[in-house]
């Protein structure tokens, strides 16, 4: 069972890592440039928006791993 | 809006009592004391963090922190809590693996653990009560 968990984890620790590069790069925080607006929300508010989003939603396909492992000792 | 304020308050209070009427446990233990069993789950996990996180500094420090820094506050406040809360959950479950193999409560247990010294175990829980307060 271990072996078929930890790629699992591994790309979910992946995707995080990328992910939390990403958000200090220009791509999440453009210097001076606040367009795309989506509902009058500016780019850097609505992209932190979904990287919110993305993190909870990482953290629980994370804590659903965790408690198939726990589950399987 | 004293009303409204006094309503939320009773309706507040009425659903802690029911949980509180609900969640008793019959059998009192040092895990389900100090590590709510062992395993809280994902949600009330996030709602936990959530109500450690979310402090006096979200209420009156973060409008100034948007005020000085514009939007890449959002950034600090909302995008790197919920990257902890991942790391809280990565690092708890090697934790818990330790745990299992050790049999301890807590990080002050782990510490007296680890060093085998009870005045680990107190170094760690004074820290973390002078950290907390």
Known sequence: ?73 | MITSFTLAGLVYVAILIILIRKTRLKEKTTSSYLLAGGNIGFVIGLFTTAATLFSAFTVVGMPDFFRTHGIGAWIFLAVSDTMMIYGLIRVGEMVRRKARKMDFKGMAGLMANTYGSKLAGYVAFASKVLLFS
């Open chain 1, 1 to 73: 069972m271990e072996n078929s968990r930890f790629p699992k984890i591994w790309l979910i620790d992946a995707i995080t890592i990328i992910v939390t590069i990403a958000t200090f790069t220009p791509l999440v925080l453009p210097q001076n440039r606040s367009y795309p607006f989506i509902v009058g929300i500016p780019y850097t508010m609505w992209v932190g928006f979904l990287v919110s989003i993305l993190f909870v939603a990482l953290a629980y396909v994370l804590s659903i791993l965790r408690k198939k492992n726990t589950n399987d000792h």
